[in-house]
């Protein structure tokens, strides 16, 4: 599961940008001939719906989120969970020792996958499942609005676990970001439903209240900006998933608070950003403190988000810098995990760590850059989204491909240049579907990311 990370000794020291440029574009275009092959002989045979040419070979394949999706019923209420891990060779379920057997972290962003694959291929048995992790979502909610995490083996609700404890932080901003997808789903096919979502995003808004008191308090840290009103006093990117289901919630409802809170989070996380595109780092919006890193690092997918929601350009302005500048920079530099800041005369690396690499890291800029492109109509951002995209494919330091349509899995990590992590679980599989989605519901996103593999 994502916690914050500090660096620590075990971090690569590094005094900059590391390698050369020739280097980093050897790195960023570097296929394995295996890679390819399994690539390509998808591409070339059938699709889902039996079409042998490679521009309509369905890149989309929910069998393994199915084999980890489960029915269950908790006080005669009928939900679902998504089993946390799955291991190589066989892709059993396994669970997470001491914590459970699921947790709103992966049920929440798998219920978001399900929607988006209802809305772009009109699936129906995807809108149900869909519906019943939005059940399990509802059950994880304390009176007061917090979310626990995690459910044990007999489905009780794990109280008390450092990862699962009632909060208003990382687990409650997938639910809400979950359940405000669910209420736009939902607004013109159940409004019934839809109201009952609403009732339970309403219900975090007193939390939101208060982090909002400190409005507009930004402290320095380590020479950095740190807005003390996003969540843990500057966490971007958690806070950018709550502003994902904000926006979600705000279109299906047009709230005003949703609104207001939208355009202060906006505000916050724009507020972290630094360099420009001719200046390092490029326009990266931090995670956190003094630190980016890939996972959650969802900016700009929801400041795009936002911009769509508020009709307001300027909101997509750091979106628009961050992946016209620091995307491209994170390729050439092969897809590095994260990065420490110091300030010095101008902002320097402290620490630099290239791996492990998740799907986690690539889904955000993926989805982002489609989101721009949707927003914006320029054709760079297209582009983006399919070189992003082909990490998944064998673009990757490993040279290895990581989501395989054939089966819907995708490996947990590239753990070296050498290696790689083959178990299947969760949060892997959910993030690269969530990713594939929206680039292939996006026509130019779609025949870059086709046309690169067949050029390749």
């Given at each position: 599961?994502?916690?914050?990370i ?10 900059g ?13 570097r296929y394995?001939?295996a ?6 002989t998808?591409?070339?045979?059938c699709?889902a ?21 489960e029915e269950i019923?908790?006080d ?13 060779p066989?892709y ?8 459970g057997v ?5 049920v ?12 772009t291929r009109?699936?129906?048995?995807s809108?149900?499942?869909a519906?019943?992790?939005?059940e399990?979502?509802?059950y994880?909610q304390?009176?007061d ?7 044990f ?14 909060s ?11 359940l ?5 789903v ?7 439903y ?7 995003i ?9 982090l909002?008191?400190?409005y ?7 020479g ?5 009103w ?23 409802s047009?709230?005003?608070?949703a ?8 505000e916050?996380?724009?507020a972290m ?10 326009g990266?919006?931090l995670?956190w ?27 997509a ?5 961050e992946?016209?500048g ?20 101008s902002?320097e690396?402290?620490t ?20 721009l492109?949707d ?9 983006t989204?399919?070189e ?5 494919f064998g673009n990757?330091p490993?040279?290895?491909?990581m989501?395989?349509p ?9 753990l070296?240049?050498?290696e ?18 929206e ?8 025949a ?9």
């Amino acid at each position: 599961m994502n916690k914050k990370i500090k660096p620590t000794n075990s971090l690569q020291q590094h005094g900059g940008v590391s390698g050369s440029l020739d280097d980093s574009l050897r790195l960023s275009r570097r296929y394995s001939a295996a890679a390819l092959l399994v690539a390509l002989t998808w591409l070339s045979g059938c699709g889902a719906e039996g079409d042998s040419s490679a521009g309509n070979a369905d890149l989309v394949n929910l069998a393994h989120l199915n084999h980890l999706y489960e029915e269950i019923v908790v006080d005669s209420t009928e939900m679902a969970i998504i089993h946390i891990y799955s291991e190589y060779p066989d892709y059993a379920w396994v669970d997470a020792s001491g914590e459970g057997v699921a947790c709103v972290d992966d049920v929440a962003r798998a219920a978001v996958v399900y929607l988006r694959h209802f809305e772009t291929r009109g699936d129906n048995q995807s809108l149900m499942r869909a519906q019943k992790l939005l059940e399990f979502c509802r059950y994880m909610q304390a009176d007061d609005g917090q979310f626990y995490n995690f459910v044990f083996a007999d489905y009780s609700i794990n109280r008390h676990g450092k990862t699962s404890f009632k909060s208003m932080g990382w687990w409650a901003s997938r639910a809400v970001w979950a359940l405000g997808e669910g209420c736009r789903v939902f607004a013109d096919r159940d409004s019934a439903y839809a109201s009952v979502l609403e009732r339970h995003i309403e219900k975090t808004f007193a939390h939101i209240d208060t982090l909002l008191d400190h409005y507009p308090d930004v402290q320095e840290s380590q020479g950095f900006k740190a807005p003390q009103w996003l969540l843990y006093n500057s966490a971007a990117d958690a806070t950018s998933e709550l502003m994902l289901g904000l926006a979600a919630y705000a279109q299906a409802s047009d709230d005003k608070r949703a609104r207001a809170y939208l355009q202060k989070f906006a505000e916050g996380v724009s507020a972290m950003q630094l360099g420009n595109e001719k200046r390092f780092p490029f326009g990266a919006m931090l995670s956190w403190r003094n630190t980016w890193h890939g996972w959650g690092n969802s900016q700009s997918q929801a400041l795009a988000a936002a911009s769509q929601v508020l009709q307001d350009e300027t909101i997509a302005t750091s979106a628009v810098l961050e992946a016209t500048g620091f995307y491209p920079f994170w390729i050439r530099e092969g897809f590095p995990r994260e990065m420490a800041f110091r300030m010095r005369d101008s902002v320097e690396v402290e620490t630099r760590v290239q791996f492990d690499q998740i799907a986690y890291a690539v889904r955000p800029m993926v989805v982002a850059s489609v989101k721009l492109h949707d927003l914006t109509r320029q054709p760079r951002f297209a582009t983006t989204a399919a070189e992003l995209a082909s990490w998944f494919f064998g673009n990757n330091p490993a040279g290895q491909q990581m989501y395989d349509p054939a089966t819907g899995r995708c490996f947990d990590g590239i753990l070296s240049e050498t290696e790689i992590n083959r178990n299947s679980g969760a949060e892997s599989t959910i993030e690269a579907l969530y990713a594939i989605i929206e680039l292939d519901a996006n026509h130019d996103a779609s025949a870059a990311l086709r046309a690169r593999l067949v050029d390749k």
